[in-house]
């Protein structure tokens, strides 16, 4: 990022001007607006973690999904052991002939 030097309007407001290598200005900004970009962007650093802390989460999604937790499982075929054998039709007991 460039060097920017501060003045003040007759106003007061306070505003970054950018000089070029000869000294002349390039860009002149108010205070507020710049400072409002330079929040905006992020630091290589920043960047960085932000990318790793992507990496970590996308990870932690990955392996959650590929296996589900016994227990879960266990109990999602209990469930449907129990509605088989409520679905399933009864049978009518066969009389013997004396």
Same mark, same amino acid.
């Given at each position: 990022?460039?060097?920017?030097?501060?003045?003040?309007?007759?106003?007061?407001?306070k505003?970054?001007?950018?000089?070029g290598?000869d000294?002349?200005?390039?860009?002149?900004?108010?205070?507020?607006?710049?400072?409002?970009?330079?929040?905006?962007? *992020?630091?290589?650093?920043?960047?960085?973690? !932000?990318?790793? &802390?992507?990496? /970590? $989460?996308? @990870?932690? +999604? #990955?392996? =959650? %999904?590929?296996?589900?937790a016994? *227990?879960?499982v266990?109990?999602?075929?209990? !469930?449907?052991? &129990?509605?088989? /054998? $409520?679905? @399933?039709? +009864? #049978?009518? =007991? %066969?009389?013997?002939?004396?």
């Amino acid at each position: 990022m460039a060097r920017r030097t501060t003045h003040r309007t007759t106003k007061g407001t306070k505003l970054y001007a950018v000089r070029g290598k000869d000294g002349t200005f390039k860009d002149i900004q108010t205070f507020k607006r710049a400072h409002a970009a330079d929040l905006r962007t *992020k630091s290589s650093e920043e960047a960085a973690v !932000a990318v790793t &802390k992507a990496k /970590k $989460k996308t @990870a932690k +999604k #990955k392996t =959650a %999904k590929a296996a589900p937790a016994p *227990k879960k499982v266990a109990a999602k075929k209990a !469930a449907a052991k &129990k509605t088989v /054998k $409520k679905a @399933a039709p +009864k #049978k009518a =007991a %066969k009389k013997k002939a004396r």
